[in-house]
């Protein structure tokens, strides 16, 4: 069995995978003996490159990926197996992480994960230590070879590599400018971390998917990148149209369309597999790595649409677009529309993005924003003198001799943050990365290297869509100053250093303790 690393690196191979979601119990119980069968089924179909296992899909509880994965793997199949955010902390991931490499699970899809939804006795608190750029590089960190704290003072231990294949996710979906452009630049960010390749969330509007391989080709980002096909139905059509599902959306028309497939003698099960089909034809014709599809729970579905696309693989696929385009009202495309394929002209970029409107990103610039960025020229920027005299000032508040005004210093601190910004007092400071948004009272994921998926329409997905996306905030305020120039994710990952709860972020930030320290141009003494 060739590895699937070996897989993605044949230039002539085009890849097929397939999505798995647990059950919630045992898989010797009657309720889960269904998607052993089909796992089995899936397994002996030469066709299938890869099954992919999902971790607590949708914020609901389900059982381990790893339980289907070692099925899958006894019998010399590749397995990609999902590790996510949201119900771990950082040693907890670390830990599962070598329990996958020790079990031989090298494949990995490096998520934030879904909210929770459930939870024994109640919701369950969600985690979200590190987010997925933040995953992404400690698994890489792990594959360069750890070198961690021995027992001894002042001793280190070099812990052996790993070999895991990282897989990313990205949203080419978004309606707004600020969501879209934010996804791209955190995809940036996620490849300088470690990502082998990308599986995009899901979507039915194909301008969208070929402007992402689009842009990828235009910023020479060569990584892989696989299509995400999920076969419909009229019951999830409207979960999707009803935004109940993070990060997946679908029009009222398109729904419509599909409601009325859905009175067919068949329910519209030939259509949903014609529809599933053409998706693959045109990922491939596109120059997509590949396909992933999810969705069905039987293997007669699954097949169905390998042959039709088989059936279709001589047809013009262009003549499919109309077919596979269907956009969310006022939709954003970064690229204009070529005339004769229907897709995304890579020759022309959107003007709203190259001649911009200043007044279009003022929605978010409020006069306490302008006093920050002031105070910040001043104070925060390591070129001023301001910085300079901070930086002074809170190495001498470091001698005990000053404990007393150090603590009233930090005082100040907090009651200047909170009435600001809502501080919760993290210590690791990352208001100006997020154009002096707190990430940590004002993002439900704790988001500190750009968007999670889930947003629909500008607004987070928890708070029933009424809370606007600090990073939709962070990207208006950017560009309303920086204009083109508003990429915010030109650093490294930022991993929040728990350390550093309750102690002054001012001076951690001065005095190069935080997440800021490698900025510093030189050694602070």
């Not at 060569?222 to 139905?233: A, H, S």
């Not at 596979?324 to 002209?345: G, I, M, R, W």
Request: net charge positive; hydrophobic share 35%; glycine share 6%.
């Amino acid at each position: 069995m060739k590895k699937l690393k070996e897989l993605f690196e044949d230039k002539d191979k085009f890849l097929i995978g397939a999505e798995l979601v647990t059950t919630r119990g045992l898989l010797q119980e009657e309720g889960s003996k269904k998607i052993v069968q089909y796992t089995e089924d899936l397994i002996a179909d030469e066709r299938i490159d890869w099954l992919s296992v999902t971790e607590n899909a949708g914020g609901n509880i389900m059982s381990a990926p790893d339980g289907l994965g070692k099925l899958i793997q006894e019998k010399r199949k590749n397995t990609i197996i999902h590790i996510t955010c949201k119900d771990m902390n950082r040693n907890a991931l670390e830990s599962i992480a070598w329990k996958y490499a020790n079990d031989g699970f090298e494949n990995l899809l490096a998520l934030s994960g879904d909210y929770p939804i459930d939870g024994y006795k109640g919701v369950a608190q969600p985690v979200f230590d590190l987010d997925s750029v933040g995953l992404l590089k400690m698994l890489s960190d792990m594959n360069k070879g750890l070198t961690v704290n021995g027992r001894k003072p002042n001793s280190h231990i070099d812990l052996d590599k790993t070999n895991f294949f990282l897989g990313c996710a990205v949203s080419p979906f978004k309606t707004s400018e600020a969501e879209q452009m934010m996804q791209y630049e955190k995809l940036k960010l996620k490849i300088k971390a470690g990502a082998n390749y990308i599986i995009p969330q899901l979507g039915y509007d194909i301008r969208k998917s070929h402007e992402l391989i689009t842009w990828l080709r235009e910023n020479n980002l060569l990584i892989p990148v696989i299509g995400n096909i999920y076969k419909l139905t009229g019951g999830v059509a409207n979960l999707f149209n009803k935004c109940l599902i993070p990060g997946c959306n679908i029009s009222d028309e398109f729904l419509e369309r599909l409601q009325k497939e859905k009175k067919s003698s068949d329910k519209g099960k030939k259509y949903f597999i014609d529809l599933a089909a053409k998706q693959y034809v045109a990922f491939k014709q596109m120059g997509y790595k590949g396909v992933y599809i999810g969705g069905t729970d039987k293997y007669e579905d699954f097949a169905a649409i390998l042959d039709k696309a088989e059936e279709l693989k001589n047809s013009d696929w262009l003549d499919f677009v109309p077919e596979l385009t269907n956009p969310l009202p006022n939709e954003f495309y970064l690229y204009s529309q070529d005339s004769k394929t229907k897709l995304a002209d890579a020759k022309n970029v959107n003007p709203q993005i190259t001649k911009y409107k200043k007044s279009n990103y003022s929605k978010h610039v409020s006069l306490t924003y302008r006093f920050n960025r002031l105070v910040h020229t001043l104070l925060f920027n390591q070129k001023s003198l301001g910085f300079k005299i901070s930086v002074a000032k809170y190495n001498l508040l470091e001698k005990k001799s000053f404990n007393g005004l150090r603590r009233f210093t930090y005082f100040n601190e907090r009651m200047i943050k909170a009435a600001l910004f809502n501080c919760k007092e993290c210590g690791d400071c990352s208001l100006p990365d997020i154009t002096y948004l707190c990430p940590q009272s004002q993002c439900a994921k704790n988001q500190r290297n750009g968007p999670c998926g889930g947003s629909s329409n500008d607004k987070c997905e928890l708070t029933d869509r009424k809370k606007d996306c600090i990073w939709v905030k962070a990207y208006s305020r950017k560009k309303y100053f920086n204009g083109i120039n508003a990429e915010l994710l030109q650093t490294k990952p930022v991993i929040k250093n728990n350390k550093l709860k309750d102690s002054s972020g001012w001076a951690n930030y001065f005095l190069g303790g935080d997440h800021n320290a490698y900025k510093l141009t030189k050694k602070i003494d």
